[in-house]
Each structure stands twice: as structure tokens, then as C-alpha cells.
T-cell receptor
Framework: DQQVKQNSPSLSVQEGRISILNCDYTNSMFDYFLWYKKYPAEGPTFLISISSIKDKNEDGRFTVFLNKSAKHLSLHIVPSQPGDSAVYFCAASGWGGGSEKLVFGKGTKLTVNP | DTEVTQTPKHLVMGMTNKKSLKCEQHMGHRAMYWYKQKAKKPPELMFVYSYEKLSINESVPSRFSPECPNSSLLNLHLHALQPEDSALYLC???????????????FGPGTRLTVL
């Protein structure tokens, strides 16, 4: 039972354009959402988060949008840079699966072409 | 200091060996975590320590034994592992539950474990 879904395993965009990564969740008890970026052979790096009481959070080039009614969130990166090429994980937290913990999606591999 | 460190970076062990993974953070975080990550998969939670007490064990086999000697250190003791336990083991830490940013976990670089 996959509670956090990232349906696109990969995404390729041109440098300078917008990257949009999507994430869906099924558990309505989730109340906090995060995006992590992971380079090969490194641990995930926290990027940006959003609480369920908000619908948007912005930090520099990164913006996360939350649509609670659709149980959907997205990460926008503008403008995309080659250094953004990595695997992006969506994660959700709240009372899910019988305890409070982070539940990760399977990740989307973003490639930004120069 | 916003870093979580893990040692060793790589570990190769036989199925009869005993080894330990170590994790350290100096951010004053009171929650620490062990995750296991297989290739092309998301991190899977193994254990959570909150204020140096084990609060979550995700039904992990007893051949993995966590230990939290103090608020900055987290160990994972390994014994009689199987080849399928080969993976990247990640440590993470976060603020305590009273902080609204409790869920923002900071990860270490991981230990790449190979069991022969």
C-alpha cells in the first residue's frame, strides 16, 4: 500500500526552464510534506517543506504547492540549473501507518540539460 | 554545525561478522533515525530514537540492534547479517516533537554495506 506516490520516475528539462515534480498521497492524516534531493552515493538533502495549513511555500528558486482536496503536491524549480540534476523524493508526515513518521515516495530523477 | 556524520562510509562484512555503524550530530536534535535504502527505492524507516529512548521499531529483524549512548550519538550493531541486507544505511536527526519543524529530518551521507 503506497501512501505517497511519485508517478513519474524521470523528468528531463532544459536549463533555464521550469521543472515541475509531482506527488500524490492517499492518507488524509498526513499534515506535513517535504521534498528531499538526493545525489548518488549521498544522503537525501532537505529542500523545502509545507504544512497542511498552507497551500504554498517559497524558498528562492523552489516553490511547493499543496492541494489538500486533491491530495496532491508539486515542487516547482525556476529557473532549472544543471546542478539541480538529482533524484527528488516527496515525503509526508502525520499519523500514517499506525505511527508518526516520514513516508517517502519512490522518487523522480530530474535531469537538467545545459 | 548542520551536519550529520556517519562512519564508516563503506563496509564489507561476512555473514558471521559483528560490526557497528556510527552516526553523530551536533545540532542539538533530540530525535535520531536509522533508515535502509536499496537501489532505486525510497529510504525505509528502521528505528526512531526520541530523547535517547527507542520510540519506533519498524519490525526490524533482531540481527540489527540500535543503541543511543547519548543525544548526539546513534549506533547500529550488526550481527549475522544476510546478503539481502546489503544496502545504504542512512542516519537522520530532527528537532524534538515540541518544535514545529520536527519533521524536517537531516540525513547523513550513509554507510554503503555489503554482506558477502
Amino acid at each position: 500500500d503506497q501512501q505517497v506516490k511519485q508517478n513519474s520516475p524521470s523528468l528531463s528539462v532544459q536549463e533555464g526552464r521550469i521543472s515541475i515534480l509531482n506527488c500524490d498521497y492517499t492518507n488524509s492524516m498526513f499534515d506535513y510534506f517535504l521534498w528531499y534531493k538526493k545525489y548518488p552515493a549521498e544522503g537525501p538533502t532537505f529542500l523545502i517543506s509545507i504544512s497542511s495549513i498552507k497551500d504554498k511555500n517559497e524558498d528562492g528558486r523552489f516553490t511547493v504547492f499543496l492541494n489538500k482536496s486533491a491530495k496532491h503536491l508539486s515542487l516547482h524549480i525556476v529557473p532549472s540549473q544543471p546542478g539541480d540534476s538529482a533524484v527528488y523524493f516527496c515525503a509526508a508526515s502525520g499519523w500514517g501507518g499506525g505511527s508518526e513518521k516520514l513516508v517517502f515516495g519512490k522518487g523522480t530523477k530530474l535531469t537538467v540539460n545545459p | 554545525d548542520t551536519e550529520v556524520t556517519q562512519t564508516p562510509k563503506h563496509l564489507v562484512m561476512g555473514m558471521t561478522n559483528k560490526k557497528s555503524l556510527k552516526c553523530e550530530q551536533h545540532m542539538g536534535h533530540r530525535a535520531m533515525y536509522w533508515y535502509k535504502q536499496k537501489a532505486k527505492k525510497p529510504p525505509e524507516l528502521m528505528f526512531v530514537y526520541s530523547y535517547e529512548k527507542l520510540s519506533i521499531n519498524e519490525s526490524v529483524p533482531s540481527r540489527f540492534s540500535p543503541e543511543c549512548p547519548n543525544s548526539s550519538l546513534l549506533n547500529l550493531h550488526l550481527h549475522a547479517l544476510q546478503p539481502e541486507d546489503s544496502a545504504l544505511y542512512l542516519c537522520a536527526s530532527s528537532q524534538d516533537r515540541g518544535d514545529p519543524r520536527y519533521n524536517e529530518q537531516f540525513f547523513g551521507p550513509g554507510t554503503r554495506l555489503t554482506v558477502l
